[in-house]
C-alpha cells in the first residue's frame, strides 16, 4: 500500500505539473524577434514558476493540517521512541492489576510497585532475577498463592509484557521507515514535476507557435 500510495503521488504530482506547465507554456504572449533559445527557456520558466506556485499552496495547505504530509513525515525515530514508551508503561499497569487477581482486591501500593518494577526493567531491556523473586514475594503477600504459583505467574506475566513491547518496537519501526519512505517520495515527486512543468511548458509554447489546435493535437495522440 505504501508503495502503490507513493507511485500514486508521484504520477497525480507529474501529470498535474504537466497539465499546468503546458497551459502556462501556451498562454505565454510571444516575444517578437526572441530566438528559439530564448523563446524555450521562457516559456519554460513560465512551467517552472506554475509548479512552484503550486508547491507553495500545497506546503501552505500541509502546514494547516488539510494534508496528510506532515502526519506522515510526524513519525520521527523521537516520537516512536515516546510511541513504545507508552505502550510499555500502559502494558505494565494492565499486567500488574493481571499478575495480582485473586480473591481479594490488592492494594494500589502493591499494584503501582509490580507496575513501576515492570516499566523500569522493560525499559532497560530485560527483567532481572532479583526482580523476577521480589515480584513473587509482593504477589505472594498480596494473593492467596504459594511462592511457586506466583513465580510462575510473575514469569507469564513478564513474558507477556516483552511481547508487548516487541510490538511495540516493531511498529514504531515500520512507522520510521514509512517516514522516511514518504519523505523519499515526496523529494522525488517534486523533483520530477518540476522537471515535468518545464518540458510540458515548451511543448506548450512549440503548439502555440505552431498554431495546433487542441482537437489536432487530440487526434495525433489516438
Not at 493481571?98 to 530485560?126: H, T, Y
Request: proline residues 2%; aromatic residues 6%; negative net charge.
Amino acid at each position: 500500500m505504501a508503495i502503490c500510495g507513493g507511485l500514486w503521488l508521484i504520477w497525480t504530482a507529474v501529470t498535474s505539473s504537466g497539465a499546468g506547465g503546458y497551459f502556462a507554456g501556451r498562454m505565454r504572449k510571444p516575444i517578437g524577434d526572441a530566438d528559439a533559445d530564448e523563446v524555450e527557456t521562457r516559456d519554460g520558466a513560465h512551467g517552472v514558476g506554475v509548479w512552484a506556485l503550486a508547491t507553495l499552496i500545497a506546503v501552505v495547505l500541509a502546514a494547516s493540517g488539510v494534508g496528510s504530509t506532515v502526519k506522515l513525515l510526524g513519525a520521527t525515530p523521537g516520537g516512536a521512541a515516546g510511541s513504545v514508551a507508552g505502550t510499555i508503561e500502559h502494558s505494565a499497569d494492565y499486567l500488574a492489576g493481571v499478575a495480582l487477581r485473586g480473591d481479594a482486591l490488592p492494594s494500589k501500593e502493591a499494584r503501582a510497585e509490580v507496575a513501576g518494577v515492570l516499566v523500569r526493567s522493560l525499559s532497560e531491556g530485560e527483567v532481572t532475577e532479583a526482580d523476577r523473586s521480589y515480584l513473587s514475594r509482593v504477589l505472594t503477600a498480596q494473593t492467596r498463592l504459594d511462592p511457586t504459583q506466583a513465580r510462575a505467574r510473575i514469569d507469564q506475566v513478564i513474558s507477556d509484557a516483552e511481547l508487548a513491547r516487541d510490538e511495540a518496537i516493531k511498529s514504531a519501526e515500520q512507522a520510521r521507515i514509512f517516514a522516511l519512505i514518504g519523505a523519499f517520495v515526496l523529494a522525488a515527486s517534486l523533483l520530477v514535476s518540476g522537471a515535468a512543468a518545464y518540458f510540458a511548458a515548451v511543448l506548450g509554447g512549440q503548439h502555440r507557435n505552431e498554431n495546433i489546435g487542441f482537437a489536432r493535437f487530440g487526434s495525433g495522440l489516438r
